[in-house]
């Protein structure tokens, strides 16, 4: 069966340490890795993409690898601070043009970093 | 930047009534989709349109239909309401030339009694 599974649903670190945060996932074969962060209440926000072709992706200070060999996408968080706790959702996209792009999503990790 | 937009942001209804959900994509999106998270759940996608046709279909129950407008803004128009309907229901857009990312809106909380 298809299965997307993201590492402990509660991952507490403290303030301006790295979060790693894992995503693996079975019988997919995704175009794309998105990973979107969703505060309680609120519309996930898209925070980094990266295609099948692509390794590692940065922007500021979010990092994002793919490995499509062992099927898992590390998202990292460098120098964390407080106002990135949320939940962090990874999403698959299956899109290579013959359909449009429904995600399937992750049940998230909830990230808590204290000061 | 203008967002996706969606209305109402709240919605209380009885078992066996009829609600409808609106969402207005951001500007020159063209595509739409819809998803429904249950409490603690992960968003579970429903249907997408693109240029006003359905594009894909998901888990959405019978009772449940949807469409794209011309100005490209969708309606869920969900009918003998359960229980279990109870949820947050999210629209988002992208664009068709460029599809890669969905942008989300800020839900509609549907609670049914």
């Known amino acids: 069966s298809q299965k997307i599974e993201q590492n402990s649903e509660a991952l507490n670190i403290q303030e301006g340490k790295t979060a790693t945060l894992t995503c693996n996932y079975t019988?997919?074969?995704?175009?794309?890795l998105q990973w979107y962060r969703q505060d309680p209440g609120r519309g996930p926000v898209f925070l980094l993409l990266?295609?099948?072709?692509?390794k590692e992706k940065r922007k500021e200070r979010l990092k994002v690898t793919f490995d499509t060999t062992l099927k898992q996408s590390l998202f990292h968080i460098t120098a964390s601070q407080p106002a990135d706790s949320a939940t962090y959702l990874c999403?698959?996209?299956?899109?290579?043009?013959?359909?449009?792009?429904?995600?399937?999503f992750g049940r998230g990790t909830q990230l808590t970093v204290w000061p | 930047a203008a967002g996706v937009i969606q209305s109402p942001r709240h919605l209380i209804k009885e078992k066996r009534e009829t609600a409808t959900l609106k969402c207005y994509p951001i500007p020159r999106h063209d595509t739409v989709y819809w998803y429904q998270q249950g409490p603690g759940q992960d968003p579970q996608f429903l249907i997408s349109?693109?240029?006003?046709?359905?594009?894909d279909k998901g888990s959405i129950p019978d009772r449940f239909s949807a469409q794209q407008f011309s100005d490209y803004h969708s309606e869920l128009n969900m009918s003998s309401l359960e229980l279990g309907d109870s949820a947050l229901y999210f629209c988002?857009?992208?664009?068709?030339?460029?599809?890669?990312?969905?942008?989300f809106g800020p839900g509609t909380r549907l609670l049914v009694l």
């Open positions: 019988n997919y074969s995704p175009a794309y």
């Open positions: 988002a857009s992208s664009s068709g030339q460029t599809k890669e990312t969905q942008y």
């Open positions: 999403a698959l996209d299956l899109y290579r043009g013959s359909t449009l792009g429904r995600l399937y």
């Open positions: 349109f693109y240029e006003k046709m359905q594009s």
């Open positions: 990266i295609r099948e072709n692509e």
